[in-house]
């Protein structure tokens, strides 16, 4: 596609979003405010990255702390690239707890799955939190003993190579180290290994 196509695509595109917005802002104007709508209006300026920034923040200064923020804020959260998806879920639970929000509880579990892959000691971390936070939930009691486990098999794993390198640290032959080798009769021993030119030190050396 050539860069003129591109952006008469890109125009189209955007006037298709503001088209949809405008739409779902006329129904509210007649309907109401409701969460349900509020939500639609959001969700139909998926496909511009700012104005879908800028709505979320809308809906979130219109309804503050309540579970339709919360799911807004969710949602917005799952369209990031995953290093701002991470700080957006983290910045999710700290505002909306889990205990109180029930769709902080999604956010949680794209978080946990991101630090699983990265992190696997804050997936723990997180998994301990959410299951005291949710002590019902089966779903993180489940996670919390794969991640106990996990975290037990590498510990052991990593004792085992601890181990194993200290054994064949022990068995290893040092550098330079100093064997007696018998040379014949008429000459006294000579430590191997230790010798300038032909000539052994530490008293020893070759009668001439």
Same mark, same amino acid.
């Given at each position: ?191 191997? *290994?230790?010798?300038? *030119?032909?000539?052994?030190?530490? *008293? ?5």
């Amino acid at each position: 596609m050539s860069p003129a196509a591109r952006r008469r695509t890109s125009s189209v595109a955007r006037t298709q979003v503001d088209a949809a917005a405008a739409a779902w802002r006329k129904v509210m104007a007649i309907d109401g405010e409701s969460p349900e709508l509020w939500l639609r209006l959001v969700r139909s300026v998926r496909e511009s990255p700012a104005k879908y920034k800028a709505l979320t923040d809308e809906l979130i200064a219109r309804l503050p702390h309540t579970d339709t923020a919360a799911q807004a804020y969710e949602l917005w959260a799952e369209s990031l690239p995953v290093t701002p998806r991470i700080a957006a879920f983290e910045r999710l639970i700290a505002d909306y707890p889990p205990q109180t929000f029930a769709s902080t509880a999604t956010g949680a579990m794209w978080l946990f799955a991101l630090y699983d892959d990265a992190a696997p000691v804050k997936a723990a971390a997180l998994a301990h939190a959410m299951a005291t936070a949710l002590p019902k939930d089966k779903e993180w009691q489940s996670k919390v003993a794969y991640s106990d486990t996990l975290a037990a098999a590498e510990a052991k794993a990593e004792a085992e190579r601890l181990h194993a390198h200290e054994v064949q640290f022990f068995f290893k032959e040092p550098a330079r180290v100093i064997f007696a080798k018998t040379r014949r009769l008429h000459e006294r021993r000579c430590l191997i *290994g230790i010798t300038i *030119g032909r000539e052994c030190r530490r *008293g020893f050396w070759k009668h001439k």
